[in-house]
């Protein structure tokens, strides 16, 4: 049995459906389970931070991303024979990294906690996700032209099913305990190109019209904590002209590799408009 936190997340529905289609038990484990719309086959469970006692029986493998990682949680999770955990941590995390950014004490402070709790781990740092590019869904659906920061900036995102291959790699080969495993998508791409890239699925012609970075706001990022976006500024700031980092670590663990951003575009045509 393997217990994955954040199910409907992104990574997380993915890797429960990557476990099912391997004959793996599955415990997702999500706030709202009536309205989760998870497989049948998977055993879905009220995902309680607070009160984790039962939520780990008859599981050994445990998927977990940072806002979930407690103490208490890892003490139930152990006490009820979890032995590996593996963490969607952050890329953010690494040597030589700016220790105060929000992002970095979020993720390293739960890989502390697991390092701490006794559990078998592995670390999984992804850098940009694709699916960051949802952000901009709402300004395609009315229209071809999609206002943002910093055209140029620079990523190399990575599609959320290839993380979840990874996962589920992690989770059920033997060999990955103590491992930190760097991902990325296998190319380099700018904002401007990623609009062009969906522009190329849905079949439209998408314009990418730069808005001064100390004009934009809530309008842009909607989900965004307020007092994390000049942080985040700064990050994009940051990559431009910069060769963003790339791995080979999606193929070396699961044997194909990362998908481009092209294909994640038309994998996610729909939530375009398309």
């Known amino acids: 049995m393997i217990a994955v936190t954040g199910a409907t ?12 289609a391997a004959g793996r038990p599955v415990r ?27 939520l780990f029986d008859g599981a050994t493998g445990l998927f977990l991303y940072a806002q979930a990682v407690t103490a ?28 105060t950014h929000p992002l970095h004490v979020l993720h390293a402070d739960a890989e502390r906690l697991i390092r701490d709790s006794g559990l078998a781990w592995t670390f999984l740092r992804p850098n940009g996700f694709a699916t960051n590019a949802l952000q901009w869904a709402p300004q395609i659906r009315a229209g071809n032209t999609v206002r943002g920061v910093y055209a140029d900036a620079v990523s190399a995102p990575i599609h959320e099913d290839d993380i979840a291959a990874v996962a589920e790699r992690v989770l059920l080969d033997e060999g990955h305990e103590g491992a930190v495993h760097r991902l990325t998508g296998p190319a380099a791409t700018t904002n401007a190109d990623q609009v062009a890239a969906i522009g190329a699925a849905v079949g439209r012609d998408l314009t990418f019209v730069e808005v001064d970075p100390g004009k934009a706001g809530p309008e842009l990022f909607p989900h965004l904590d307020p007092r994390m976006l000049e942080r985040l500024l700064k990050t994009f700031e940051d990559t431009i002209g910069a060769p963003p980092e790339i791995t080979t670590t999606v193929e070396e ?19 375009f408009g398309a």
């Open 9 to 20: 997340g992104n990574v997380g529905r993915a890797l429960v459906d990557r476990l099912l």
């Open 28 to 54: 997702a484990l999500t706030r709202d389970p009536e309205r989760a719309a998870l497989p049948e086959r998977a055993e879905v469970a009220r995902f309680r931070a607070d009160d984790p006692a039962g």
């Open 72 to 99: 208490p949680l890892l003490a139930a999770a152990r006490a009820s024979g979890v032995r590996h955990a593996v963490l969607l941590s952050s890329g953010i995390v690494r040597e030589g990294a700016d220790e």
């Open 253 to 271: 663990i699961t044997g194909t590799p990362a998908r481009a951003f092209t294909r994640w575009a038309r994998d996610h045509a729909a939530d």
